[in-house]
């Protein structure tokens, strides 16, 4: 009986979570971030038949997120539209992403608690401002990853990881981390095996690159790289606040100025941290935060919305 009333419960949740969804995708279904545009671009010449360009003739990549390109390509071709392609697509994903923490933090989180944390998911205003981009893509990968690494499916995980990479380069970090965790565990690497398919899946897209476009990284990645560089954009403390902590951005974007919500959120957030302590899944994420941070702070990389995505996901995980 009780688990009829956990299963019921869990997929009342579901059900309702992607109404949510469905009703804020259709909502903000006109809204479409400039930097979404570069992807319907390449998206639409392939359709055309001029090729993964964005100027047809001139193949230069402006692609930081192969995976997504590639997938959006197919969703396009499917229904027949590219804006209502990539509104479905990352609906879908922003869907996956609230549920996936229920079986990540499976142990952890008491039945109310699964019940209430993908309505809270779905209902951020951030994440809809991200569709058209591979936010939500990088969400479900690196959830997976978690769930596959504490399940010890590491062929499966490897497949995994390399898809993440090719989703967002700075996944890395997570994958550093992960064959960290289990060499400290298992005091050796993982099998030999599970690296063939991951390699196999990045060599080919590094050969489709370095063919296609004349270079294995995105002209984008490198451009972003030198933004920092420039001197615009501060890549140390001891300059002055580093330009990707704009926390007043989305103060005011993500939450209308509401401090009661953000003070609120934030206290529970740090609770959750402390309670979840003792989770390794916990700290793995935390490390990967940690890790990403550092990342676009020591590159001095320029604030870009949709690279917080990962914030918001585990404020909202731990204040649940």
């Not at 570069?38 to 359709?47: E, G, K, T």
């Not at 869907?95 to 608690?113: F, I, M, N, Q, T």
């Not at 390399?162 to 997570?174: D, M, Q, Y």
Request: charged fraction near 15%.
């Amino acid at each position: 009986m009780q688990d009829k009333r956990h299963t019921f419960i869990l997929v009342g949740s579901a059900l309702l979570s992607l109404t949510i969804v469905a009703l804020f995708s259709y909502l903000t279904r006109d809204y479409t971030r400039d930097d979404a545009l570069i992807y319907y671009r390449y998206i639409d010449n392939v359709l055309d038949g001029k090729g993964l360009v964005y100027n047809e003739g001139e193949r230069f990549n402006a692609l930081t997120s192969p995976l997504y390109t590639y997938i959006s390509i197919g969703a396009a071709y499917i229904v027949g539209d590219i804006q209502r392609s990539q509104l479905v697509l990352d609906a879908l994903l922003l869907c996956a992403a609230s549920l996936l923490p229920l079986l990540v933090w499976r142990k952890e989180l008491p039945l109310g608690v699964k019940a209430f944390l993908p309505l809270l998911i779905v209902s951020s205003r951030y994440f809809y401002s991200t569709f058209g981009l591979e936010t939500t893509l990088f969400l479900v990968l690196v959830l997976c990853a978690l769930l596959l690494f504490e399940q010890k499916r590491l062929g499966l995980l490897g497949v995994v990881a390399a898809l993440l990479i090719l989703t967002r380069g700075e996944s890395v970090i997570l994958v550093m981390i992960l064959i960290t965790f289990y060499y400290h565990e298992e005091r050796k690497l993982p099998p030999l095996r599970v690296f063939v398919a991951p390699a196999v899946i990045l060599i080919a897209n590094s050969i489709f690159n370095s063919f296609y476009y004349g270079s294995i990284l995105p002209h984008t990645l490198t451009a972003k790289i030198a933004q920092g560089k420039s001197g615009l954009w501060s890549s140390s403390f001891s300059d002055y606040w580093p330009n990707f902590i704009r926390l007043r951005y989305h103060f005011q974007h993500s939450f209308n100025d509401n401090v009661i919500q953000v003070a609120m959120l934030l206290s529970l957030a740090i609770a959750g941290v402390v309670a979840f302590r003792a989770s390794r899944t916990t700290l793995i994420l935390l490390l990967f935060i940690i890790g990403y941070t550092a990342f676009f702070l020591l590159l001095g990389i320029p604030h870009y919305f949709w690279y917080y995505s990962v914030y918001y996901l585990a404020g909202y995980v731990f204040a649940v």
